[in-house]
């Protein structure tokens, strides 16, 4: 024998793993006995080697895991793969749970046969809860990110609102002065829709902005979409900062979600402002691309819309565009900006198939584009508006309906509507006069407000299922977002028009006939 020990004699290698205090690391048997224990391994599960050794390894998960077999699958996987990983929640001495990262490997004799295991554990319970935190704030900061976009808008939307009230409002007020007198009053009326309509759309694009939600791909005229952000964009940007726009006299449609990448070319334009606190000029402009494959390109080969913001502000130094696209980096003050916007405007050309690029030379402004793919001809679009109320108004057999609204002013106009229609209609105040009505009589359909006090529209749609299973029921709703499980419902946004209504509830009814007609072949087969 040498008289110098080799350094990684049995004695010292012990000893090593003995002293090891951040890992849980011990043998087990072939059949899961434990069979060794270190220090970490008291460390955190808390046995002392002599509680623990002789007993099986699954005492330390969970009853839940006990019963669906994982320790006995652990072993397995690790026999048959020579590798076993997984993370999960372990069991202490004194019961308290901790998140573990757990590897198994075989331990085999020169011969092959295997003789054991070696486990070993480490307590990830603060990591990940620092990563859940993380997770959290991230989120809570991604809506705030939202909601500072409509924070930078309220006061101009305020402004909007009013002069759209104040049409409405003066267009109404002639309209029974000039009616009184016999007089056409048609001009006045179409004004005062006109103006509404422009209000649904801004209630529409705050809603948007405000939600969350997957996107909705389709084809999207940009020239069209920028036109009509043009009165949004000068009064976010305000009077100092001009826009120009430049776009060819033909450019294809980008596959993309419209209302998403409205909110995209916003995020870009106020960055773009906020860029030239002294004011200056921004240009809008949009051009189609095919591109080659190109593996160093950040995008893949193919037909693009690209649309850009250009601006003539302070521009960026290689090290700042470097990052610029990277979550929460921000080159503004402090409480003037998340740092998210450009990656989630980054996110969001990439779920549409794009990318978004950045160039920028210090003192010289910045180009931030967006690459969305040009959608193709038999991609869905989105149905076309219809203009004409009177023409649309779909003829239906007349139903009795049940119609559903804590607010009088909307019962009574969604009432008004449904009966022009040639319907009989009901009107409940609440969820529960409605079903108290409907225990009365015979009803073809129920229309129902969702958000009203006591009952929501959702809870009412719930206990008509339970009571009178195959009842339609159309929910009409000034939200964003409903429920998950109110997403197959027929839905109606306000504000409405008649034609609206009827198309909704001319489609619902027919569509539950024609499930009452397959169930009644079902049963005579």
Same mark, same amino acid.
């Given at each position: 024998m040498s008289a110098v020990e080799p350094a990684w004699s049995g004695n010292r290698f012990e000893l090593l793993v003995q002293s090891i205090t951040d890992y849980a690391i011990f043998m087990l048997s072939t059949d899961g006995i434990v069979a060794s224990w270190n220090a970490g391994a008291r460390r955190f599960k808390g046995y002392e080697a002599e509680e623990i050794i002789g007993r099986h390894f699954s005492l330390f998960y969970t009853p839940e895991d006990q019963a669906a077999g994982i320790p006995a699958l652990a072993l397995a996987t690790a026999e048959k793969t020579g590798h076993f990983e997984a993370e999960g929640w372990r069991v202490r001495k004194?019961? &308290?749970? /901790?998140?573990?990262? *757990?590897? $198994?490997?075989?331990?085999?004799?020169?011969?092959? =046969?295997? $003789?054991? /295991?070696a486990k070993i554990t480490r307590d990830l319970t603060e990591r990940r809860e620092t990563q859940l935190a993380l997770e959290e704030a991230r989120e809570a900061i991604f809506q705030s990110q939202k909601m500072d976009a409509i924070g930078k808008l309220t006061g101009? *939307?305020?402004h909007d609102f009013n002069n759209l009230l104040a049409v409405i409002v003066g267009s109404l007020d002639l309209a029974r002065l000039r009616l009184a007198a016999g007089a056409d009053v048609s001009r006045y009326i179409d004004n005062a829709m006109t103006a509404a309509e422009r209000g649904a759309t801004l209630t529409q694009r705050m809603l948007a902005f405000a939600r969350r939600q997957e996107l909705k791909l389709q084809s999207v005229d940009c020239v069209a979409l920028v036109r009509d952000?043009?009165?949004? #964009?000068? =009064? =976010?940007?305000?009077?100092? $900062?001009? $826009? !120009? =726009?430049? @776009?060819? #006299?033909?450019?294809?449609p980008a596959y993309a979600d419209p209302s998403q990448l409205e909110l995209a070319l916003l995020n870009l334009a106020v960055n773009a402002g906020d860029a030239m606190p002294?004011?200056?000029r921004i240009i809008i402009e949009g051009a189609e691309t095919i591109l080659p494959g190109n593996p160093r390109s950040d995008h893949e080969s193919g037909h693009y819309v690209r649309l850009s913001i250009v601006d003539e502000g302070e521009g960026m130094d290689e090290a700042t565009l470097e990052r610029a696209r990277e979550p929460f980096f921000t080159t503004k003050g402090v409480g003037k900006g998340t740092g998210l916007?450009? &990656?989630? *405007?980054?996110? @969001?050309?990439?779920q549409c198939g794009g990318s978004l690029t950045i160039s920028s030379t210090l003192g010289h402004g910045t180009t931030v584009s967006l690459w969305l793919p040009v959608a193709v001809q038999d991609m869905a679009a989105p149905e076309a508006v219809r203009t004409d109320d009177a023409a @649309?108004? !779909?003829a239906s057999e007349p139903l009795v309906i049940l119609a559903v609204d804590d607010d009088d002013l909307v019962l009574t106009n969604t009432a008004g509507m449904l009966e022009e229609l040639g319907h009989t209609v009901f009107l409940a105040a609440s969820g529960a006069d409605a079903l108290r009505m409907l225990e009365e009589g015979n009803v073809d359909l129920v229309i129902t407000d969702y958000a009203m006090p006591g009952m929501t529209g959702a809870q009412l749609a719930d206990a008509i299922d339970e009571r009178l299973p195959g009842l339609p029921v159309i929910i009409i709703t000034g939200f964003a977002e409903l429920p998950p499980h109110m997403t197959n419902r027929p839905r109606l946004d306000k504000p409405f028009k008649q034609a609206e209504l009827a198309r909704i509830v001319t489609s619902t009814a027919q569509g539950s006939q024609r499930l009452l007609r397959l169930a009644a072949h079902s049963d005579d087969r």
């Open positions: 004194d019961g &308290s749970r /901790f998140w573990a990262n *757990v590897v $198994i490997d075989p331990i085999r004799d020169p011969n092959g =046969t295997l $003789i054991g /295991f101009g *939307v305020a952000m043009a009165d949004l #964009l000068k =009064t =976010t940007l305000g009077s100092g $900062i001009a $826009i !120009e =726009t430049r @776009f060819p #006299l033909h450019l294809a002294q004011g200056g916007g450009l &990656s989630m *405007v980054h996110g @969001f050309a990439e @649309f108004i !779909e």
